[in-house]
């Protein structure tokens, strides 16, 4: 069993974890540099491909406006969401759409700290062999606990 977990905005990342929860794979949301950073949708496509096997399910981020988020912001997250739930659909991955509050609320009991930082030092905590090589690829965690809340839900663990 494979338990994917996106995050689904242009800055997110797709993870992968087995159903013991050692296998582990995470990456970037597929972009290209056009006259500004957009999906690839092709690749986006093949990632859920390379993953898709008969057992396989998904917990995506549910997309939703911020307060004092701009339009243009909010359509592209919306834009990312749409995308991902389309090709799930196409490729024939199960999945279930879960706010934020309610995976964090679930996995994050008890840390320490705020926000991303916060979200990172858990998923170090539940996968050292987790290392990101770059600052930015501490925000993939997200993805990573997404998979793990997968994982526990789907699981029954």
Known sequence: MIY???????????????EYGEYMKVEKVPTIKLKKTEYDIPEMKNRLLEINEERSFCVIEKA?????????????????????????C???????????????KALLKGAGGEGKERNYQKAR?????????????????????????????????
Do not use: C
């Open 125 to 157: 905590q539940l996968f050292p062999q987790w290392q990101p090589k770059l600052k930015k690829e501490r925000e993939y965690a997200d993805s990573l606990l997404l998979a793990e809340y997968g994982r526990r839900i789907h699981g029954n663990l």
């Open 64 to 88: 939703q406006g911020m307060p004092k988020q701009g339009i243009t912001s909010t359509f592209s997250i919306g834009k990312g969401y749409g995308l991902w739930l389309g090709l799930l």
């Open 4 to 18: 994917i977990g996106i995050d689904p905005g242009k800055n997110g990342s797709i993870a992968q974890l087995d």
């Open 90 to 104: 196409a490729v024939g991955i199960p999945y279930v759409e879960i706010h934020p509050i309610v995976w964090s």
